[in-house]
């Protein structure tokens, strides 16, 4: 598809004409703060927000999630639930693009996660571009997220007046056709892009002191060395740093059942691995009691556990659980003391 360009004023009609027949999820204010809510009015949409608090991970992985219902009786009767509503992810950063493509893989590879994966096929998701760092504390030119060319249905990158739109599904073009009003780019306004985009790039600088690349070597050969031990006695165990993540996925299933334990209904919800009951098991055994392995553990997953099992890494430098850790640990500072070989 060429490059389409839409003004800004077409962005609320576009976005009133896509709730006629999705949910529309998007960017709102939350006092000093934003995050994605379902809209009801396109005004509220803020396409100039810094980072929200969650990802928007929540829309295919809901924080409580009901997989069944059921019945006692003298023959129970199970029923599962697989409610799936069409949706439009409106104004997602690239960063939390590529937190999405890993979840992707992550509950379709090796097991097909149907209440992700149907939600997931009626998801669409329209990207912006950020032309400058959105937060402090964010690494995503370390990690590679900073901009994207794959994984959105439409992307957006703001010019003057207008917002340029790329395509990168047919579903993306389809929706760009049947609910917008966009037109062909002029010569002028693809310099005007490409200038934007190169100018784009000093404007972000490296966190880390060495490639992301390395991670998974380094942390391989970094099992025992002190700085766990440090972040142990600094972390609260309050697993604000995973819960804010957009590659955690960690769940845990409860059933509740009513009063006359006559029926009932299974949900899971997000569980968070720096919790102290987390890997505790039967006979009193935890895998993890302490707070060192469970910091260990959660930079593991982010550098080189996931990659090994799914070939990426799984941080993708939002900073976000830097920004909300109340210890003030920074995922950041860790790697580069672990790569600097000093505590």
Known sequence: ?????L???????LVEALMEDYRVVAPHAKGSKFTFETVTDPADLRLDY???ILPPKKVLQPTKDRLATFTMGEIPQIE????????VVFGTHTCDLKGIQLLDEVFSRDFDDTKYTAQRKETFLISIECLSPCDENAFCKDMGTMTANEGFDLHLTELDDVYVVDAGTEAGEELLAKYGSAREATE????????????KWPKFNYKLNFEAAKLPAMLEASFNHPIWDDMGERCLACGSCTTVCPTCYCFNVADEVDMLLTQGTRERYWDSCQLEEFAAVAG?????????????HRLMRKGKYIYEKFDELGCVGCGRCVRTC??????????NTIYNGRK
């Open 50 to 52: 810094d980072t929200t």
């Open 1 to 5: 598809m060429k490059l389409q360009v």
């Open 80 to 87: 599962d639930v697989l409610e799936v509503t069409p949706t």
């Open 326 to 335: 109340v210890a003030k640990i920074s995922i950041v500072e860790s790697f």
């Open 284 to 296: 009193g055994e935890n895998f993890r009691e302490g707070r060192a392995a469970r910091q260990r």
């Open 188 to 199: 002028a306004e693809k310099q005007e892009l490409n200038q934007k985009l190169g100018a």
């Open 7 to 13: 003004d800004k004023a077409e962005i609320s009609p």
